[in-house]
Every structure is written in structure tokens, then in C-alpha cells.
């Protein structure tokens, strides 16, 4: 049986995760760890020998070795005594353009990186193309809906001929988290727009820049990838309509201090469609929708009927509807946890383990 190598970048938040779990496997499944990164220290095994997993932090530390360029690290994988995989646990624009350049060395990718898979529809084509002419592998569970068998399913009710005719769902743990109890199904009290999206700021549930959830775009690049795999030439999530939850007045607030102070002076907005929606016996919730079949992609507030999935969301859960010609009027519901780190890592650990199966 011939090893495997492995090589990390990202030691963040899912990136400690992932090597725990990593640390856990079974010898005869865990691949060698020969090489890791963060944004200035990397530890490089020039023999190829495994590096110690529960050293690291210290390791990495007190490294001195020279910062490899991305270049750099994927001729010295593709040297490797064997198949290299390289995953990818940051956020980076500059490592997901060099996905084609790693693919092209037969070296395998696993990755929750939204940017590489929902950025322009020519770096998609790219990766998949290299991927394709070396055999190599790409493998990006966790960039919808961290832990949660979403492009999995996806990926095998368009292989197995089923027609998808619409994808809809509350795609952001955040957005979840805030519609949940701003308008919640039991129709009790709440608190106001401001007051809720501060206490969710203070427990960890939205960026420290709430604005980088309140945008729209997570969900947006999510629903880009989605489409993608469905067969939709979508370029990128700007291309579809987004709706904002950042009031125009305070999309040039300089910081996410200013922008919370002023953010009550917004909240009969959020109100007043709350209060709509009530009186149609329903509940906001903040939507994305692919319309496979006329290319429809949108990202926004909706009014959803009580009873429904949707409107019966609870805590941070996300919650993604499959409706296809198979599974007829019913769709094909998958619900849980859609963030964190824990289970981000738990989708990537999942991932790579189906690359070493693979390729050994």
C-alpha cells in the first residue's frame, strides 16, 4: 500500500481542528503530514518524514525555515515518494488561484475555501480542467454548509440523471440565528433588529463585523457553487440579485462600532416587515433559491408560510430543500448545524479520507 503526503495551510479557527481530528485517524489512514503553514511561519519535512502533529504549535513557533511560495510548495509536493494531497483551510483569493497549479501536478485538493469555487466561472473551469487531465482530486464539502452532506447529495442526484428543478434554503448559521428569533414561529417576543444582531455579535454568531454577514455574500457564494454543480453557467456572486440587510446610510460606516451605534435608528425597517409578515400568518427568513430550470438565482428576504421547514428553523441551523423530479412534490431536506469550526473540520476531515481511499 503506498503512502500518502499531506501538506496544510491555515492553522486558524478549522485549521486546529482539522489536525486534531487528523491526530485521531488510524495509522493506516492518516496520511504524513510533511508540510504546514500559516501566513508567516511554515514547517517544512524535507526528508518527507511525518511531522509530529501534537508538536506543532511549538514547532511552528520556533521555526526558521524560509516561507515557501505557493509554487514552491507544490513542486516540493509533487516530489514527494508518493500522492500528495494539499488542504486548504483558509480563506485566501491568492490559494485558490493556485488550485490549477497544483491539480496540474497530480497533487489533490481539499478545501472549505468558498473564494475557489464561487469567484469567476474561468478559475472553476481551470480547476476542474487541470484536475481532469492529471487524475487528481477535488474534494470541497465543507465550503456549503460546513459538516453537512450538501454538494455530496447534490453531486450524486445529477450523477445518478435525477432533474433538479430548484434548490432552496437558509444557507448562513448567522442569518439563521438572527430570523429565527427576530421573527420566531411561536410568535413570541423578540426585542428589536438592533438589540438582536448585538446580542448575537457578543455570543460569537456573526463576524466582528456583523456587516460581513448582514452583506448577503456568504450565502451568495454558496448558492454561486451550488448552481455550478446543478449545470448553471452562473459567472459569480454578483451576477444574481443580493439583497443587502445593511442600511445604504450606514454602508460607509467606518467601523462595526459605528455601525452598531446607529443601527436602532434602522429598526422600524426590519419591524414593519416583521409585523407584514405576521399578518399573512408568517415568518421572515432570509432565503436562498436557484430556479434550475429558468437560471433564476436570488438571495434575500421572504415571507415563508408557518408549518413549512423553513419557518420551523431553529437556533443556527441551516436548512437546504433539494426539489427534484425523483423526490417529487416532497423535497429532499437536509438540516443541522451549518458553521463551526468542529464541524467545518469534520467535512474536511471526511474529504480527505476519501482522497487517501482513492488514491490508494
Known amino acids: 500500500m503506498s503512502r500518502t503526503y499531506v501538506a496544510v495551510l491555515g492553522v486558524g479557527g478549522v485549521g486546529k481542528a482539522f489536525l ?9 489512514l492518516r496520511p504524513a ?4 503553514s500559516r501566513s508567516s511561519k511554515n514547517i517544512v519535512s524535507k526528508d518527507y518524514e511525518p511531522i509530529q502533529i501534537s508538536q506543532y504549535p511549538s514547532s511552528l513557533a520556533s521555526s526558521s525555515s524560509p516561507v515557501l511560495k505557493l509554487p514552491e510548495v507544490a513542486q516540493f509536493l509533487s516530489n514527494a515518494p508518493g500522492r500528495s494531497i494539499v488542504v486548504d483551510n483558509t480563506s485566501s483569493q491568492d490559494v485558490a488561484e493556485a488550485y490549477p497549479s497544483f491539480l496540474s501536478k497530480g497533487i489533490s485538493v481539499v478545501t472549505p475555501n468558498k473564494k475557489a469555487f464561487s469567484s469567476s466561472y474561468g478559475l472553476w473551469g481551470d480547476i476542474f480542467s487541470a484536475a481532469s487531465s492529471t487524475n487528481a482530486m477535488v474534494y470541497h464539502e465543507s465550503s456549503v454548509g460546513a459538516g453537512l452532506p450538501v454538494i455530496s447529495t447534490l453531486k450524486d442526484l445529477v450523477a445518478t440523471g435525477d432533474q433538479v428543478t430548484r434548490i432552496e434554503g437558509v444557507f448562513s448559521g448567522t442569518m439563521s440565528y438572527l430570523f429565527n428569533t427576530f421573527s420566531p414561529a411561536d410568535n413570541e417576543p423578540s426585542g428589536s433588529w438592533s438589540e438582536i ?5 457578543e455570543a460569537g454568531f456573526t463576524e466582528p463585523d456583523p456587516r460581513d454577514d448582514l452583506n448577503g455574500m456568504d450565502v451568495a457564494r454558496k448558492l454561486t457553487i451550488l448552481a455550478r454543480i446543478a449545470g448553471l453557467k452562473v459567472e459569480g456572486p454578483t451576477s444574481f440579485p443580493v439583497q443587502s440587510l445593511i442600511p445604504k446610510e450606514l454602508e460607509s460606516a467606518s467601523s ?7 443601527l436602532p435608528d434602522h429598526d422600524k425597517d426590519m419591524e414593519r416587515y416583521k409585523k407584514e409578515a405576521k399578518s399573512a400568518n408568517k415568518v421572515v427568513r432570509y432565503v436562498g433559491s436557484i430556479d434550475v430550470a429558468s437560471g433564476a438565482v436570488k438571495v434575500g428576504l421572504q415571507m415563508v408560510e408557518l408549518g413549512t421547514p423553513t419557518a420551523s428553523l ?8 433539494f426539489y427534484t423530479q425523483r423526490y417529487g412534490a416532497n423535497p429532499l431536506v437536509i438540516q443541522g448545524a451549518g458553521a463551526g469550526a468542529e464541524v467545518t473540520a469534520m467535512g474536511v476531515t471526511a474529504d480527505l479520507l476519501k482522497v487517501v481511499e482513492r488514491l490508494r
Open 20 to 28: 486534531s481530528q487528523l491526530s485521531l485517524l488510524p495509522d493506516h
Open 33 to 36: 503530514l510533511i508540510f504546514l
Open 197 to 201: 444582531v448585538a446580542k448575537a455579535k
Open 256 to 262: 462595526a462600532e459605528e455601525f452598531m451605534s446607529k
Open 314 to 321: 431553529r437556533g443556527s441551523d441551516n436548512l437546504i430543500c
